[in-house]
């Protein structure tokens, strides 16, 4: 592993480690450290540094209703899928957008306020872009699991019972 990826995964694991820490863990120097994390942001490869949120505990979130909408597009001739998916991705309802191989071809994570909201998000604004085929949206109801980060606190007893 070489030093850009090593500092690389200290940081996707806690981005608060100090340039100090991470000149410790990697036997590199502090200015090496400093320069190489410069880079990487310079290079576009570190986009943001941010904090995980669990949304059932943060309750300004925990009302929020969170949608995942599935899009059959119509790509444009010379701009591919490309020049829809920016039209998409500067709606502030959406927090996510990818590119999708199967029955769909894109996949967007919205959020509203209420249900109301992300209903008419999808039906005046979204489903009328010129391109888009159909849309089928599904509400997220709970969060288990999401990149990497497990939401759930484990507190079940998951022994099995014995009988006398």
């Given at each position: 592993?070489?030093?850009?990826?090593?500092?690389?995964?200290?940081?996707?694991?806690?981005?608060?480690?100090?340039?100090?820490?991470i000149?410790?863990?990697t036997?590199?120097?502090?200015?090496?450290?400093?320069?190489?994390?410069?880079?990487?942001?310079?290079?576009?490869?570190?986009l943001?540094?941010?904090?995980?949120?669990?949304?059932?505990?943060?309750?300004?979130?925990?009302?929020?209703?969170?949608?995942?909408?599935?899009i059959?597009?119509?790509?444009?001739?010379e701009?591919?899928?490309?020049?829809?998916?920016?039209?998409i991705?500067?709606?502030?309802?959406?927090?996510?957008?990818?590119?999708?191989?199967?029955?769909?071809d894109?996949?967007?994570?919205?959020?509203?306020?209420?249900?109301?909201?992300v209903?008419?998000?999808?039906?005046?604004?979204?489903?009328?872009?010129?391109?888009?085929?159909?849309?089928?949206?599904?509400?997220?109801?709970?969060?288990?699991?999401?990149?990497?980060?497990?939401?759930?606190?484990?507190?079940?007893d998951?022994?099995?019972?014995?009988?006398?």
């Amino acid at each position: 592993m070489n030093k850009k990826e090593e500092i690389l995964d200290l940081l996707r694991e806690n981005a608060r480690l100090s340039v100090e820490d991470i000149s410790a863990m990697t036997k590199q120097t502090v200015d090496e450290v400093r320069s190489i994390i410069k880079s990487l942001e310079d290079e576009g490869v570190i986009l943001k540094y941010a904090a995980i949120v669990n949304p059932e505990k943060d309750s300004s979130a925990k009302e929020k209703v969170r949608a995942e909408i599935e899009i059959q597009v119509t790509p444009e001739r010379e701009h591919g899928f490309d020049a829809l998916a920016e039209r998409i991705y500067r709606f502030p309802q959406v927090k996510s957008l990818y590119l999708m191989s199967g029955g769909y071809d894109l996949k967007v994570v919205i959020e509203g306020d209420t249900l109301l909201e992300v209903a008419a998000f999808v039906s005046r604004k979204l489903s009328t872009l010129s391109g888009v085929r159909s849309t089928k949206t599904h509400f997220l109801l709970k969060t288990y699991k999401e990149n990497d980060v497990l939401y759930v606190e484990d507190e079940l007893d998951r022994r099995e019972g014995v009988m006398a």
